[in-house]
């Protein structure tokens, strides 16, 4: 076997700014410049490998080569994930506490999910009738921080529904930012931790009563491998692990409206509203837009791989913006065709804006049939139960700024319900 194959490498001594320069394309333009799915850059001081495409994805979810452990920048934990949550636990211990996830988002779970936020969109377009305009994406922030706080059991009054779902928003926006946004993103993370640990204890010391099937409950009495209940700290960002990422789906949503404009002529063959059209529509959204933009694991032992070294030890980026832009996987992949979707398979690792490989034993985002049904509403609701126009405004997005998000937010007018 060959096992001496030179992985490209990019020349200085660190591409740390370049990254945050180049955002979602940092790793696709190297992959286009070197013509190779493969190749070594230095980020914050250390060699990285970056691999990109189905092949390298179908590599980075075996755990027997890769771990998450130490893979995570603390100031992304300290933002975005909370300090040492699930995303950086491997093996059985990870597995077991992926359960917490899986079994609220069942298909029960979701459904309830879905009928909540359902009647949440209703009220917001009898509120929007008496306003001149609105940026959507804040309004779809605050549909869906009620509808999930409800589902939770974690109270929420009127007045604090846009400070709370701001937090959950911050801490999102910080992924990648240095800076004002950062330091947003963790008095937000310390805010909310403090909150929803008030909660959890409440909940345990029984001076909260709440249904046991609801998240606030399932997260005060979730117990680890070993039966112990986790520490209030741990409990809280777990749960907070549940709620945010609910709020950031807001992000897709408001790129769903967006494609409806870009995109007249999908938009017209969606029709009366088929299932099986709405959810093309919504899959083809999370193709094309962006969001996350890669992830990072570390090589558990030394192999090789297509005849390229890997040292134990060492962080490998795959490339999601680019394998879900790949020309190998996808014809013509900056088209917007929802119809792609029609005869496409499982998609375990072609298709991966929310990570790829094994839902129940693997890191797959266990968040990503509830983000579907999500969209899918409310594209039934931009689509079929609203008339609105959109203004003249700056509606570009940017590939440098992680998250990225249309720029104004996208305003929308005079807006009637549809009979
Ligand atoms: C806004 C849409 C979403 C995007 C773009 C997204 C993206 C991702 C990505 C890329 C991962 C990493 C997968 C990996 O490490 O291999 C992930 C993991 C995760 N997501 Fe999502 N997600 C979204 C929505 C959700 C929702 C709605 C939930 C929960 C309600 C959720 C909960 C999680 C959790 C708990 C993990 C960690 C899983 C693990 O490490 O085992 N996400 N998500």
């Known amino acids: 076997m060959l096992t001496n194959k030179i992985i490209p490498q990019e020349k200085g001594i660190d591409h740390t700014l370049k990254l945050l320069k180049e955002g979602y394309l940092f790793i696709p333009n190297r992959v286009k410049a070197y013509q190779s799915s493969i190749f070594e850059t230095r980020l914050l001081g250390k060699k990285v490998i970056c691999i990109s495409g189905k092949h390298a994805a179908k590599l980075f979810y075996n755990e027997e080569l890769f771990q998450r452990k130490g893979a995570l920048p603390k100031r992304i934990q300290k933002t975005l994930f ?27 779970g979701q459904k309830r999910l879905v009928s909540i936020t359902k009647i ?23 549909i869906l921080c009620e509808a999930v706080c409800e589902w939770a059991g974690v109270p929420l009054g009127q007045s604090e529904v846009k400070r709370r779902a701001d937090d959950f928003y911050a801490m999102v926006n910080a992924i990648g930012a240095v800076g004002p946004k950062y330091w947003q993103g963790k008095r937000a993370r310390t805010r909310t931790e403090a909150c929803i640990k008030g909660l959890i204890e409440e909940v345990r010391t029984g001076k909260r009563h709440i249904v046991p099937h609801l998240a606030l409950y399932q997260a005060a009495t979730y117990k680890d491998l070993e039966g112990n209940v986790l520490d209030v700290q ?7 692990n549940l709620l945010r990422p609910i709020i950031a789906i807001s992000i897709f949503i408001t790129f769903t409206a967006l494609a409806l404009y870009e995109h007249e002529d999908s938009k017209e063959k969606l029709g009366q509203g088929d299932e099986r059209d709405l959810e ?82 693997g890191h797959r985002c266990p968040g990503e049939g509830i983000t579907i049904e999500l969209m899918k509403v409310s594209l039934d609701f931009l689509i079929h139960k609203m008339k609105f ?14 998250p990225s998000s249309p720029r104004s937010g996208l305003i929308i007018r005079n807006i009637q319900p549809k009979y």
């Not at 909370?82 to 029960?108: K, S, W, Y």
């Not at 741990?234 to 907070?240: D, F, T, W, Y």
Request: glycine share 6%.
């Open 234 to 240: 741990m409990a809280a960002i777990e749960l907070i």
């Open 120 to 142: 949440k969109w209703q009220m917001a377009l009898r509120r929007w009738q008496a306003t001149d305009e609105i940026v959507l994406l804040d309004e779809v922030k605050y």
């Open 280 to 361: 093309m529509f919504v899959q083809e959204v999370r193709r094309y837009y962006p969001f996350a933009p890669f992830l990072g694991a570390i090589v558990r032992k030394n192999f090789i791989w297509r005849g390229c070294k890997f040292k134990k030890g060492t962080l490998v980026l795959i490339d999601i913006y680019g394998t879900n832009h790949n020309e190998d996987i996808w014809n013509a992949p900056y088209v917007f065709r929802p119809e792609r979707f029609k005869d496409q398979g499982a998609h375990v690792f072609d298709f991966i804006p929310q990570g790829g490989g094994n839902l129940v034993t």
């Open 389 to 402: 126009d959109i203004p003249k405004q700056d509606l570009s997005y940017s590939l440098t700024n992680i």
């Open 82 to 108: 909370g300090v040492n949550a699930i995303q950086t636990m491997d093996d059985e211990r990870h597995r077991h506490r992926r359960l917490f996830f899986l079994d609220l988002l069942n298909e029960a």
